[in-house]
Every structure is written in structure tokens, then in C-alpha cells.
């Protein structure tokens, strides 16, 4: 959860990816989607008993609990349908994303 209020979507860019990921599947009524956000500062007695010392982004599908981000990638892209077109890597995509950064790191040199 966010650090601003405990309650909103937090920073993790983990959980907001496989966040968008899966949304976009609930749109298209693909699967069932509740996220539950969790103040990791107060986190509630049920999710401390189970998930004291993990930290987020954790999945949980049908009572079953995955941790770790690669896990997590390997459970969607297995277990959920059209979850294996989501972690793929298009390598067009991939240039321009990495063209985009270059070109973002190089105006930021400039400007300091």
C-alpha cells in the first residue's frame, strides 16, 4: 500500500506491473481479479501470521499463495489464461524502450 495513507496502490513497480498484466485480462473477463492493498508498516494479524517476512508483490490464486517475482511470472504465464502473452518479450518494443532511456539518461546529463 501506499506510504501516503496505507490504503492507496503503493510504489511497487513489481505489483503495478503485474497489476496492469492482469487488469488488462479482468477487463476482457478473462479471469477474476480482487487486489488487495496491505500498509506494510501496519500490515492486519491474518497477513502477518501467513507473510511476516515477505515482501510484495505476493499472488494468491484460489487459496494458493506465490511469492517471488519469478515465480509469480511463471504462475501467470502457466496457470492463467492469456497469461502467456504477457511477459513476452517483443524485441521492437524492447529497442524502443531502450532508445527512449538512452535518449532520457542523455537529455538528463545535459541539463546537470
Known amino acids: 500500500a501506499s506510504t501516503i495513507d496505507g490504503r ?3 510504489a511497487c513497480l ?11 485480462l479482468a477487463e476482457l ?11 506494510m508498516q501496519k500490515p492486519p494479524p491474518d497477513f502477518r501470521t501467513n507473510f511476516e517476512a515477505t515482501p510484495p508483490p505476493i499472488l494468491i490464486d484460489n487459496g494458493l499463495a506465490v ?14 489464461p ?6 513476452v518479450q517483443d ?4 529497442t524502443l ?3 527512449l532511456y538512452s535518449v532520457s539518461v542523455l537529455r538528463l546529463n545535459d541539463t546537470v
Not at 14 to 24: N, R, S, T, V, W
Not at 32 to 37: C, D, G, Y
Not at 71 to 80: A, D, G, L, P, S
Not at 91 to 94: D, I, P
Request: hydrophobic share 35%.
Open 82 to 87: 492469456g497469461g502467456h502473452n504477457l511477459f
Open 97 to 99: 524502450i531502450e532508445n
Open 8 to 10: 492507496r496502490k503503493g
Open 67 to 80: 511469492l517471488e517475482n519469478e515465480k509469480i511470472e511463471r504462475h501467470i504465464m502457466k496457470n492463467v
Open 29 to 39: 473477463k478473462t479471469i477474476s481479479l480482487k487486489v488487495t492493498t496491505v500498509d
Open 14 to 24: 513489481f505489483c503495478q506491473e503485474y497489476f496492469m498484466d492482469l487488469y488488462l
Open 91 to 94: 524485441k521492437e518494443v524492447a
